[in-house]
């Protein structure tokens, strides 16, 4: 991978004392300012309340086969005589495969009793199962429910990488455009020194005779136009913190309030423009493991799990029930105990043209194929985005490595400028000029610098990999 390694003759410039940062100031790299706001931001708090939500799904979904205590009693009573009372308590407990296990007691006694539902005086236990042999048997809304919801588990995982990676992204391009507004307004700010500076020696020349009076009216002019640059340079800065602030956040979500004493890197700093291979060598795998694009896999998952439901419904309803049941004797319900004792039963049922099973597996299948296709274009999306970000990138090291031979030029010209100047060859219309002209060198550099960082930003944001260390 190319590198682009920068001997930088701005730093002709940058080094020096009119661009020097404070001393007692704090740099902030974008490592740890990416950092902070992963660890403190309220919408990084936020995406983590995500994961709670799948778990949360996922308990609610298992609570389908949570085992039941039922309990049921009726009773008449008129005239003083007990028409009827009927007990029937137990627990069910729903397994996997379909089948319901249930055991509980039953004890009927009145008058006017149905005789079906006559027991023995000390009532009748029961134990057995009942079990969908028709639709139900392959899957079930209980079963669908716990894969939903693990599937939707996942996906939260993955919108909080996401929620992560716009965060941060969002951010970073806010850390870099502070770096470029930073030092354009040191880069003005030394202009205007050097312009105070040489409009004070100009007013020296022309009251001893060496420089003519319309100098300091020139210098006048440059000095007032550089006032102008230097104030909207300080205006862009302050604004440019001012939304930084929104990213910077200390525990227990209280607001950074130390931005005068931290300053972004050294444009020097940036001595090497690099970039990891694999964000092209493996971009496609990267691509295939975007959060974005496994979120539409899971959904379209979600999706599948309705279909075969749908699918399940159209079968005929057939149910088998079958008990066992005993008559305790002493209190010990096992001492008459034989599997001749016993209730049974099946229930069928089915439409004769299902048409509303068959609607809505038509439209599972179609949202299914909706779905696939989503992915299909996301992915190219995903793909053209970041291919994208690498074309910027490329272009914008290409641009830098050729840039700092023109900002180099514009130094020596300057220089060369200046010895004319001091040896009267050349005029101050001039020299100003070519100061002007390095100065808007050194910007356009910088500018380029920040571009180049943001399509770096960009490239680990299109392929899903802002929030993963490489």
Known sequence: MKKLIYPFYIILILSTESFSQNNDAIVLHLEDFLTMVKKYHPNAKQANLILEKGEATLLNARGAFDPKLFSRMDQKNFEESKYYSLINSGLKIPTWFGMELQTGYEKNQGIYLDPENNTPNAGLYYTGFSFSLGQGFLTDARRTGIRKAQAYKKITELERELALNELLFVGGNVYWDWFMTYHILQVYESAMTLAEDRLSAVRRGALLGDRPMIDTLEMGIQIQNRKLNLQKARLDYVNITARLTNYLWEEALIPFEGTESIVPVRTDSISALSMNENYIRQADVFINQHPELRKYQLSLEQLKLDKRLKKEQIKPVIDLKYNVIAEPINGDPLANYTLQNHTWGFDFSMPLLIRKERGALKLAEIMVQEATLDIIANRASLSINATIALNEWQVTSDQ????????????????????????????????????????????????????NQKALLQIKYALGVLNQPL
């Open 400 to 451: 830098i490595a050729q840039y700092i031979q023109t900002v180099e030029d514009y130094g020596k010209l300057l220089t060369g400028g200046q010895r004319l100047f001091d040896a009267g060859e050349s005029s101050l219309f001039m020299l100003n000029s070519r100061e002007m002209s390095f100065v808007n060198a050194q910007i356009k550099l910088i500018e380029l610098l920040a571009k």
